[in-house]
């Protein structure tokens, strides 16, 4: 055992090296996050509308139990402006009434006579090696005619102008990839703490504003926008070649960077809302099947990984436990937290006061991931949408982040 005085200066110095971490995330996102385009203010990059029946964008939206939202996602598409659309929404295999009002949107659809189409597959089989999801965005993009592809989520609702200046952005910054982070539909502060320490801790490893910067690795993917010009999906082999790919998200915008296409990360509050938390506690379940894959199936990494979330949880809190520069380490450790947050805000719109449960949130994080690797380590497998992927399948087609 330390005397306790040795213990103490332990502590306080640990604290002041991950405060000074912390400060230099701040300085990163307070020089970084400004830096993302906000689409809210660039209505000038409307894209050049022709007199074509040809559509702009194919929008391919996978549902799999989306009763609740699907109705919404497809008709907030359907009122989109500005821009043409031909909707592709995939039933993948749902037990509920998905399907039906599915159908229903696509009757409203045909009636309005709109410029926007919309066709509804109804997929009831899964292939042998393929996720459901990954399967039902290829089944979707196989229809696609427009130039770009718009690969969405059935939990998503979009402003009417967001199409048409996703569009005019990519046009305009000759890109070929597009991600429009989306607005968390956040009712308490429980989950706008979970959702600020989720997304502070993953800017340790992932710079959002460097990945426009193709000298840069950082890179990004995200289920509920990611644009993709139709000919670069086409020729990285499109879902097919991630037909096994738990993060397929994630893994599309990791192919398209490392094979140097232009990548584009964009803010724009309101333009794409998601109820993606739906309380402090729902993260566990939600990460249940992408925890253990983001970590791509190492057991050594997953360890580093929980080790380093209970030293951001522990350290700081005994530091302020033991009183005198302990506490200032400790305190200083929170102040950087916490104008980390602030840096963050144009991206999480969480304020941040929420600091002061960094804590707790990311404890819950941690036994998150923890639980992920432990059920995918007994099941020998994951369990997604009522199917059963064998780990041993899942890690020979996972790769790693390099």
């Known amino acids: 055992m330390f005397p306790a005085h040795i213990a103490t200066l332990i502590i306080t110095v640990l604290s002041f090296m991950l405060g000074l971490g912390w400060f230099w995330q701040a300085v990163r996102a307070m020089r970084g996050v400004p830096t993302l385009p906000d689409l809210t203010r660039a209505d000038a990059a409307l894209p050049n509308q022709v007199e074509s029946a040809a559509p702009d ?7 799999c139990n989306e009763e609740e939202s699907i109705q919404t996602t497809l008709r907030s598409l359907l009122a989109s402006t500005c821009v043409r659309l031909q909707i592709v929404a995939v039933n993948d295999r749902s037990t509920d009434r998905t399907g039906m009002l599915m159908d229903e949107v696509a009757v409203e659809a045909q009636a ?50 967001t199409l048409a200046l996703g569009v005019g ?54 289920g509920g926008f ?11 082999g499109g879902f097919a070649s991630l037909r096994m790919e738990i993060v397929e998200d994630l893994r599309l915008g990791w192919k398209i960077k490392r094979a140097g296409y232009a990548q584009r990360i964009v803010v724009g509050p309101g333009l794409v809302r998601i109820r993606w938390i739906d309380g402090a ?18 057991v050594g990494i997953s360890l580093l990984a929980f080790f380093g979330f209970a030293v951001q949880i522990v350290l700081p ?40 449960l960094f804590a ?36 020979r087609n996972a790769g790693g982040w390099g």
Request: charge should be neutral; aromatic fraction near 12%.
């Open 281 to 298: 506690l729902s993260i566990v379940g939600l990460m249940e099947k992408n925890g253990f894959a983001g970590l791509r199936y190492r």
């Open 57 to 63: 964008v194919t929008v391919i939206v996978p549902a």
């Open 360 to 395: 707790p949130a990311t404890a819950i994080l941690l036994f998150a991931l923890a639980r992920s690797m432990f059920l995918a380590l007994v099941r020998d497998g994951v369990v997604w949408r009522g199917t059963f992927y064998r780990l041993d399948e899942l890690r």
């Open 112 to 161: 309005a006579s709109g410029p926007h189409t919309l066709e509804v597959i109804h997929n009831h089989e899964l292939p042998p090696g393929w996720m459901g999801k990954a399967n039902a965005l290829h089944l979707g993009a196989e229809r696609a005619t427009a130039p770009w592809l718009l690969f969405t989520d059935g939990d998503v609702a979009f402003d009417a102008r």
């Open 226 to 236: 990611n644009l993709v010009r139709r000919e670069v999906y086409e020729r990285l």
């Open 169 to 222: 952005y990519a046009e305009a910054e000759k890109a070929d990839h597009v991600v429009l982070l989306f607005t968390l539909e956040l009712k308490n502060i429980a989950e706008g703490a979970v959702f600020a320490a989720f997304q502070a801790l993953a800017a340790w490893n992932m710079r959002l504003w460097k990945v426009a910067d193709p000298k840069a690795k950082d890179f990004f993917g995200a």
């Open 317 to 356: 809190l005994a530091a302020i436990a033991c009183g005198g520069w302990a506490a200032a380490a400790g305190l200083m450790v929170y102040a950087f937290i916490a104008l980390t947050y602030a840096a963050n805000r144009p991206v999480t719109q969480v304020s941040p006061w929420v600091a002061v």
